[in-house]
Nanobody, 121 residues
Framework: QVHVAESGGGPVQAGGSLRLSCAASGSIFSIDIAGWYRQAPGNQRELVAQLTSTGGPTYTDSVAGRFTISRDNGENTVYLQMNSLKPEDTAVYYC???????????????WGQGTQVTVSS
């Protein structure tokens, strides 16, 4: 079994910063892809930032230069540092990890439960 949990959300004023954490635990051989998504009310869930085991990070245009995705391989934890936050960044942020529970096995995607980020003007 694998469990994924986000933390670090909350209220913040425009221009402020937050760091989200995503901790994966359980049977994990490798995390191949880690991504942060967000969903605002009435909107579809969108990919905000992604990090693969073989390539560099990628960001959606609206957050490039403000957000930074990183990971601690030893702790199976992925972070999203969010700076210069804007009211339009308000959303529920979800972490998704594509991982292999065993060497050479299939890859599965696991989602966290989400963490609310609210940016006030």
């Amino acid at each position: 079994q694998v469990h994924v949990a986000e933390s670090g959300g909350g209220p913040v004023q425009a221009g402020g910063s937050l760091r989200l954490s995503c901790a994966a635990s359980g049977s994990i051989f490798s995390i191949d892809i880690a991504g942060w998504y967000r969903q605002a009310p009435g909107n579809q869930r969108e990919l905000v930032a992604q990090l693969t085991s073989t390539g560099g990070p990628t960001y959606t245009d609206s957050v490039a230069g403000r957000f930074t995705i990183s990971r601690d391989n030893g702790e199976n934890t992925v972070y999203l540092q969010m700076n210069s936050l804007k009211p339009e960044d308000t959303a529920v942020y979800y972490c998704a990890v594509d991982l292999r529970p065993v060497r050479g096995g299939r890859r599965y995607r696991y989602w966290g439960q989400g963490t609310q980020v609210t940016v006030s003007s």
